[in-house]
């Protein structure tokens, strides 16, 4: 059975740090691509971070970069994604999805597989 489980959330102060992480497992994920995105309250899901099967590439949308960093570790059974998030803002503040296996675009939210949300809350 697949499943993403994210972790990590929290409340924090403006200009402090979080790391979320996502424990991916029930298939073989080290082969696809993964992705970091948001939904705020009323607003779409948008896409925060994306990187490649193998971490050789990272994408950002422009509101994070060089305050978010996202990595992955390809562990045998259970793969890990994380988000370093240095430097948050209050509008940075929505439930923060991991999502694995896109279909085709990367930086879109066309992906097979979703987990189920943690809660990121900044306040100013």
């Known amino acids: 059975q697949v499943q993403l489980v994210e972790s990590g959330g929290g409340l924090v102060q403006a200009g402090g740090s979080l790391r979320l992480s996502c424990a991916a497992s029930?298939?073989?994920?080290?082969?696809?691509?993964m992705g970091w995105f948001r939904q705020a309250p009323g607003k779409e899901r948008e896409f925060v971070a994306a990187?490649?099967?193998?971490?050789?590439?990272?994408?950002?949308t422009n509101s994070v970069k060089g305050r978010f960093t996202i990595s992955r570790d390809n562990a045998k059974n259970t793969l890990y994604l994380h988000l370093q998030m240095n430097s948050l803002k209050p509008e940075d503040t929505a439930v923060y999805y991991c999502?694995?296996?896109?279909?085709?675009?990367?930086?879109?939210?066309?992906?097979?597989?979703w987990g189920q949300g943690t809660q990121v809350t900044v306040s100013s």
């Open positions: 999502a694995a296996d896109p279909r085709q675009i990367i930086t879109t939210t066309d992906y097979n597989y």
């Open positions: 029930g298939r073989i994920f080290s082969s696809t691509a």
């Open positions: 990187i490649t099967w193998n971490g050789d590439r990272a994408y950002y």
